[in-house]
């Protein structure tokens, strides 16, 4: 399994800047992400997390630097190319991001017939089986709009997990969700990247969470935008470097220096 | 993803075998077992006949290559039938990360309905849709009485309704919609022309070419054809900007702060297709007798100042009286029911489209259906 293979860089990001237009969200964001990990991007509200997540999922090109996929630089590849790169992402958007003109069944099997060669009984064995992996084989013939904010989730995992991605990307996945079914979802992320190896990278400012599951991560700050601090949750509460991330991983109200 | 034990060598198709070692049930597993090679074998239903109850399923897995979700999906359709044959599986021998995969999934899959298809009962189908149609009908005009209502509110200085909101929509109705009102209007009165010199010249009519434009757009092409753009174009946006509301629980919203609809939604779209439909009706009669007239002195050689004589000579004003009114009537019926529809759609993206599609039908349909009504009130007061 993918997690007893010795550790390898699967994705680097080399000195990148992303942001709106003329705004700068974040610049000189540099770290890799080992395969098979779960990797944290962590900070406030507004401190750009989902926007740097934009970037690495192909959503919005950077201002300046490198995303590397595999030792490939993502955003100087051609067009094509980046597709086929994207083919090894699943991303789990934070709305959960199903179609809502087809059923759940329909969602998951959407990608299996425009991208592979599949049977239809192959591929309705396959969406079946992701469904059961994440517990809502009984959803199968519902419509988004008939499921709740944490079924919503369960689903569009089911959906990233369709093509069998190497690399899945979550954008706040506990968000909105109790902290029963948030430790559900915590509990599976890890089981799935356990059972199928996946490389998994995560924006959350959830703190249970990212101390359950997070092997790696980053913490960004929306005041000097730009990355504090660099490892696991946990090492980050344990020791953190600076007063701002010992703050956030307590729980405590920390203001700036002016 | 693909769990690889052996990637260098040539793919070996799946391959299953039962055998039975004292009695004890060994499923033997051979080969590479990827659902992207499309040949993941399926278990027969009765794989376990020959198995007594309570015993254990044991897995031989050392033939076994290459995997991912395709043997996920056969190991779980195993459980699957195991659990209802009350045999039990054991899972030591299977690779780590299978185990990990197969303890997700649930023992049974749950039986799932099929999407139930409504039965066929035409008298129960037709008797709903006329009182839904019925009930359609008196929810509109509820909501045109309270956008009346509003109207008053909003000249007594205590309405909810921002002048902004209004002055907004004033402009996309108006400015905004003046180019296709233009072309629309412009190419119907000149194909009126051109259709009418063709036949009237037969005659030697040809100078009643205005008369025949000039009535056809004032009494009814005008005041139509722009409440048919206005349809397509401001009631689907009206409805689809509302329905998109309705999603984001931005209507729930405005209920929770006691703010009421009608008037902070309808009223101002209501009021911006009153004020500004009449104004672009006589746009409209202006430019479908401008396309009249081009299309006349190009065919007919007849002079600018002979054809507005004709036209204006054949169109009373009491018809720009009688189009102007039913243009208002128009522009309250496309502002309340798209406005309606909206409101009544559902909160999913394609509720969005559903609801916007909704209201550009109704709109044409209840324009023309209303201009229908119009047509016999004329004839009864004699316009």
């Known amino acids: ?258 | 993803m693909t769990i690889n034990n052996n990637a260098s060598l040539p793919s070996l198709q799946p391959e299953w075998t039962l055998k039975f070692e004292n009695q004890q049930p060994k499923l033997c597993l051979y080969g590479d077992w990827l659902a992207k090679n499309n040949n993941i074998p399926q278990l027969p239903r009765n794989i376990f006949q020959n198995c007594s109850a309570d015993i254990s399923v044991q897995f031989d897995t050392d033939q076994l290559r290459t995997w991912d979700s395709g043997f996920i999906a056969f190991l779980w359709e195993l459980k699957n039938l195991a659990t209802i044959n009350h045999i039990s599986i054991d899972k030591q021998q299977l690779p780590e990360a299978a185990q990990q995969l197969l303890a997700l999934l649930d023992d049974k899959k749950p039986e799932v309905s099929p999407p139930a298809n409504p039965p066929f009962r035409p008298l129960y189908n037709l008797g709903g849709w006329v009182i839904d149609s019925l009930n359609s009908l008196g929810v509109t005009f509820q909501l045109f009485l309270f956008a009346l209502k509003g109207v008053f509110k909003f000249l007594a200085g205590r309405s909810y309704m921002r002048l902004t909101d209004l002055l907004r929509d004033i402009k996309a109705a108006g400015p905004s919609a003046l180019i296709i009102i233009s072309i629309v209007n412009f190419l119907m009165g000149s194909i009126l022309a051109f259709v009418g010199a063709v036949q009237l010249r037969k005659f030697s009519a040809d100078a009643y070419v205005a008369n025949l434009v000039g009535i056809a757009t004032v009494r009814e092409l005008a005041a139509v054809m722009t409440a048919i753009v206005i349809s397509g174009r401001t009631g689907g946006a009206y409805a689809a900007r509302i329905a998109t509301m309705q999603g984001n629980e931005e209507i729930d919203a405005l209920k929770v702060f006691g703010i009421p609809v009608t008037e902070y939604l309808i009223l101002p779209s209501m009021l911006s297709l009153t004020i500004t439909m009449p104004i672009m009706y006589l746009y409209a009669c202006f430019m479908g007798i401008l396309g009249g007239l081009i299309v006349s002195i190009l065919m007919l050689r007849v002079t600018v100042l002979g054809f507005l004589y004709q036209t204006f000579g054949a169109v009373p004003f009491n018809q720009f009286i009688f189009g102007g009114s039913k243009t208002i009537a128009f522009a309250m019926f496309i502002g309340v029911s798209s406005c309606y529809i909206g409101i009544k759609s559902g909160r999913s993206a394609a509720d969005v489209g559903v609801a916007a599609t909704k209201a550009v039908v109704a709109g044409i349909v209840g324009v023309i259906a209303l201009d229908a009504v119009f047509a016999v009130l004329a004839d009864i007061i004699g316009i």
Not at chain 1, 191 to 217: K, M, Q, W, Y
Request: negative net charge; proline residues 5%.
């Open chain 1, 1 to 258: 399994m993918t997690n007893t293979q010795p550790a390898e860089h699967l994705l680097s990001v080399e000195n990148l800047t992303v942001g709106y237009g003329e705004r700068i969200i974040q610049h000189n964001i540099n770290f890799t992400v080992k395969k098979g990990s779960i990797f944290a991007l962590m900070g406030g509200s507004g401190c750009g997390k989902s926007t740097l997540l934009k970037s690495m999922i192909g959503l919005l090109p950077p201002k300046a630097g490198d995303f590397l996929v595999k030792g490939e630089n993502y955003w100087k590849s051609s067009k094509q190319h980046r597709i086929d790169i994207g083919r090894n992402f699943g991303v789990l958007f934070q709305s959960a991001a199903l179609w809502s003109s087809m059923t759940v069944g329909e969602n998951i099997a959407l990608p299996l017939q425009l991208f592979t060669d599949l049977s239809s009984s192959m591929i309705q064995r396959l969406v079946e089986l992701k469904l059961g992996l994440v517990g809502m084989s009984h959803a199968i013939n519902l419509y988004p709009s008939e499921l709740s904010g944490g079924m919503k989730k369960r689903c569009g995992l089911a959906r990233a997990l369709a093509l069998d991605p190497e690399i899945l990307f979550f954008d706040e996945p506990s968000a909105g969700l109790d902290p029963i079914t948030s430790k559900r979802l915590d509990d599976l992320i890890v089981n799935l990247r356990d059972g199928l190896g996946t490389t998994i990278v995560i924006v959350s400012h959830e703190l249970p969470s990212l101390f359950a599951i997070a092997d790696d991560g980053v913490f960004l700050d929306a005041e000097t935008k730009t990355p504090i601090a660099y490892g696991s949750p946990k090492e980050l509460r344990d020791h953190p470097p600076c007063e701002l991330v010992n703050d956030f991983m307590h729980r405590q109200i920390f203001e700036h220096p002016k």
